[in-house]
């Protein structure tokens, strides 16, 4: 009898370990880590982005309000940019979908102006694809929101020129 309870216990180990999620590749890894730093990075970006047209609308309505008109142009001009910029970068988070089997954190940015319900912006799942594959849309998207953040970046860049 005692022997029957040992074997009952070590098979249900063995059960449960061997029911456990198997272990994800080393591409699903690291998509995962670029996925989550694509939130991180896109939620950062974004957060400058509006922060920074609402600064934008407030010093060229002062300007106009200050007879500056030269100057009120070139904000208004750079403000949009950042206009554009702002669709562009919707648009790329349009294209943004979750990695199967990531549990996603949202701490690490804004939620307003964007909805999280299932995360997929409506973009096609990613289910069924292989690892390498997802690694290289994720690989993608990253390089498409680096690029996003240059063009933010040379914006405020002349800005700086311009009020100068």
Known sequence: MKTYKVLS???IAILAISCGEPEKSAS???AQKIHNQLT???GELHE???AKLQSLEADVEAAMVAGDSLLAMKLARVEGQLDELDVLFHDWSETVVEVPGLEHDHSGHDHAGHDHGAHDHGAPSMEG?????IL???HALMAELEALKVKYDQSIEA???NVE
């Open 159 to 161: 800005l700086k020129l």
């Open 129 to 133: 694809m292989s690892d390498e594959d």
């Open 136 to 138: 290289a849309i994720q």
């Open 40 to 42: 991180r990075l896109s």
């Open 28 to 30: 699903m890894q690291e």
């Open 48 to 50: 400058n982005m509006v």
């Open 9 to 11: 216990v070590f098979a």
